[in-house]
Every structure is written in structure tokens, then in C-alpha cells.
């Protein structure tokens, strides 16, 4: 179709008008970004505003500046994605089994206390404690307000950060830790179970009646908040968080998902065993199947205080390995089944690979990125499925070396596309 000729007038208004809202009202034009002192002035007066007394706030923040390593470890991408026996293995080691098992007799009657008040289990508490900060060795040496500003004012998730920020402004106002002693992770979490300042706010209990909650340096108020964080997210007494099992060879690996939950009755007459092989128990309760290493891998079955536990740190590699260790540090054996799994490390790169491969072969994932998705995992289960391969969705070395030899045995457009892809060197990768 041949174009409509318009009258010469026309372009030249448009260019006028264009004009016009590029300098004038007509365009909202956006506010240049402050320079970290003036943006810190409306944090005051916010804290002002909220009951944030002047001392506390030149006590909390005169003189900070943004912290350039903060920046850079929020700005860090893990340049490989690991396996769950690597994630595993370094952090429920003999040595952190051992000294749990002896910090849980040495505080038995404050823990235990604490499991008849709440509900949960001294041993998970004391599981928690292990992996937030190895038993309170590691409490993060970052100053909390100068962190959370600098993440606030960095802009990536500002308002988060800035809630966070006026948060550990209230707590210090209440007197609950001196400004100098309120350190710890680059993300602000603090003390001895790592809570955010909201966290802290809303769950932190003054176990020991001294008129503070200091989850520094007082087990009894670290111990009880975290305890009371747990009973309030839901923790249900008397009900373990989930156990190693066996599956069956004819297993429905699309079952294995933790939206897939069914009556331990179920999964036993479906095969499902301990890991020992000897039967479920007989409890009248609901699980689901997790693979965190494919079907070659450990199996789990996991019930309604494992989700629990995710409400604290939504990663299932770390709920597993709180959950693990807990039963460690009681004394149940190490995991049974698994090793012989794929344990190498997939990077981000290999990632990329995986998922152009598969986009070469006509999978449907969206956008390649390097970033293992729900989408990428859907993609990898139906390629699976094609393949006669188990369909457990899980990425490995061994399913891209498949992918490798499948793409390279028919090369076309796809795989044209796809070398293109790798061989750009200013991609994200």
C-alpha cells in the first residue's frame, strides 16, 4: 500500500510539539537524584515524623556514608549454580553436628523450656543457630543503619531497604542495643538467628526480663524469638519437618513437587519407603515428594512444618539442610541414598547454554538468561519427557552434554541462532 502523502505543516507541528514536551509541563520531568547527604535529610525527617528522637538519629546516623563493598556484594551474581550435596556438605559438616549436639545439652533447660512454651524443638532451634551464624561466631561486622541506607539509597529495592532502615531506627530507639553494637550481615541481619530489623520488630521477645530484646548477646532472648518467630508462622508441635525416603523404580517423577502433597497412606501404597526400605510410618499426615538433586539424588518427603521453615529462608536446599541437621544434631544418621548423582556444578554460562539448546530444539522457556526459572525447569521436564528420559526437571552437566549431542547431530536455523548467542561476548553470562 502506497503511504499518505501529508501536508508539509504537519511534520513541523509534530517537531514543535515534541519540543514542547521534552522542556515544558507537558512532560513530567524526573527529579535528579539527590546526593546521598540530602536523601539521608528525608530518612531524619521521616524518623522524625514516626517518634525517632534526635539523639537517637545523630547517634544512628552522623557521619555514615554509603559502603561501597555492601554495593558490591548486593550486586554479586554466583557464577555457578551448586548442587544440593555441595550446599549440604558445607554446612552440616562433623564438626557443626558434633558442636550442636554439645551446645544443645549445655542449654537444654532454657531449650527445652522453650519447646513447651512454643512448640518447636530444641534441636531445630539450636539447627538454626548453626547455619545463621555457626553458633554465634559469625554475626556479620557490617554497622546496620550505614548498610540498610546504603542499600536504600542505592535504588534496586529502595523502599524495602528504607522500611528496613526506619525499622532499625525504632529499635534502637526503644534502647535495645547501643548504635555501635547494632552490626551485622551486609543485608542487615542481625544477631544471633539473623532477623531484619522488621523481624526483629514484630517477634523478638525479652526472654531474660531485663528490659531488652538483645539477640546479641542473650541466648535466652535470641533463643525465644526465634522460637516465637516459628510458632507464629504456624509450626505445628509434635509433627517432624519431613524424612530421607526411597522411591519406587516406576515412580511418577512429575509427582515429586511441593505442590503435590498426599497422605503418607498414598505414597506408601505407591511404593515409597523409608530410606532404609522399611515402611512409612502410619501417621495420619500429608506430604511431598522433593528431588533437590534430580532422580538420581536423595528423596524426601516433607510435611507441613518443612514449609515452615521455608517461610524463614524460602531456598528448599537451606530448609532441607536446617531440617537435616536438626536430626543430625539428635542424633539420626546421615542421608542414605543419593551420592551416585551428577555433582558437578552447572555455571551460569552453562546455564545460557542449556536453555538456547533447548530453545534451539523448539522448547518453550521465554527469554534465555542464565537463570534457572520455573519456566527452564517446565521446559527441561517436557524435553525429558521426549527424550525417554526420567522427568524430574532437573539441570545438570549430564542433560546438557545430552542437549549437546542432540543439537549437534541436526544443526539448523536453531543452532545457528544458538552459536551466535554463546560466541557474543557482551552477553550477561
Known amino acids: 500500500m502506497k503511504p499518505r502523502t501529508e501536508p508539509r505543516s504537519l511534520p513541523l507541528l509534530a517537531a514543535l510539539l515534541c519540543a514542547l514536551a521534552l522542556s515544558g509541563p507537558l512532560r513530567a520531568q524526573e527529579a535528579p537524584r539527590p546526593d546521598f547527604q540530602s536523601w539521608l535529610e528525608g530518612v531524619r525527617a521521616e524518623a522524625l515524623a514516626r517518634g525517632i528522637s534526635r539523639p537517637t538519629l545523630e547517634a544512628a546516623l552522623a557521619g555514615i556514608q554509603p559502603i561501597e563493598r555492601v ?35 549445655e542449654h537444654q533447660a532454657l531449650l527445652g523450656q522453650l519447646e513447651r512454651r512454643h512448640g518447636v524443638p530444641a534441636r531445630l532451634l539450636v ?3 548453626g547455619l545463621e551464624t555457626n553458633y554465634g561466631r559469625t554475626l556479620g561486622s557490617h554497622p546496620v543503619p550505614a548498610a540498610l541506607a546504603t542499600l536504600a539509597y542505592d535504588g534496586r529495592r529502595s523502599a524495602f531497604f528504607r522500611r528496613e532502615l526506619l525499622e532499625a531506627l525504632a529499635i534502637l530507639e526503644a534502647g ?4 555501635q553494637a547494632m552490626v551485622g550481615s551486609w543485608a542487615g ?29 542473650t541466648l535466652p532472648d535470641a533463643f525465644a524469638s526465634a522460637a516465637n ?25 512429575q509427582l515429586a513437587h511441593l505442590g503435590v502433597k498426599k497422605p503418607i497412606a498414598a505414597w506408601a501404597a505407591m511404593g515409597v519407603t523409608r530410606a532404609d526400605g522399611s515402611p512409612l510410618p502410619s501417621a495420619d499426615m500429608a506430604g511431598a515428594i522433593l528431588l533437590p538433586q534430580g532422580h538420581a539424588g536423595p528423596a524426601f518427603m516433607v510435611y507441613r512444618n518443612f514449609e515452615i521453615i521455608l517461610a524463614w529462608n524460602r531456598s528448599v536446599s537451606y530448609a532441607l539442610a536446617v531440617g537435616h541437621l536438626a536430626d543430625r544434631i539428635a542424633g539420626l544418621p546421615p542421608l542414605a541414598n543419593g551420592r551416585e548423582a551428577d555433582n558437578r556444578r552447572l555455571s551460569r554460562e552453562q546455564i545460557l547454554e542449556l536453555q538456547q539448546r533447548l530453545v ?3 522448547f518453550d522457556l521465554g527469554e534465555a538468561d542464565g537463570v534457572l526459572g520455573s519456566r527452564t ?27 549437546q549431542s542432540e543439537n549437534s547431530s541436526s544443526p539448523g536455523q536453531g543452532e545457528t541462532a544458538l552459536r551466535n548467542v554463546l560466541a557474543d561476548p557482551a552477553r550477561d553470562g
Do not use: C
Open 377 to 403: 525447569k517446565a521446559a527441561i521436564r517436557t524435553y525429558q519427557k521426549s527424550a525417554g528420559l526420567p522427568a524430574d526437571g532437573y539441570p545438570s552437566v549430564t542433560l546438557l552434554e545430552q542437549l
Open 229 to 253: 518467630y516459628l510458632a507464629q508462622a504456624g509450626w505445628q508441635p509434635g509433627e517432624t519437618w519431613g524424612r530421607e525416603v526411597r522411591l519406587p523404580a516406576d515412580f511418577s517423577w
Open 71 to 105: 554495593i558490591e556484594l548486593d550486586r554479586q551474581q554466583p557464577e555457578f549454580v551448586d548442587t544440593f550435596w555441595n550446599y549440604l556438605d558445607r554446612r552440616v559438616t562433623p564438626q557443626r553436628v558434633g558442636r550442636g549436639a554439645a551446645l544443645l545439652e
Open 360 to 362: 534451539a530444539l523448539g
Open 176 to 179: 535495645h542495643v547501643a548504635p
Open 127 to 129: 539447627a538454626f543457630w
Open 189 to 217: 541481619a542481625m544477631g544471633q538467628m539473623q532477623f531484619m530489623p522488621s523481624t526483629f520488630r514484630a517477634y523478638a521477645i525479652d526472654a531474660d526480663g531485663d528490659g531488652k530484646k538483645d539477640l546479641w548477646g
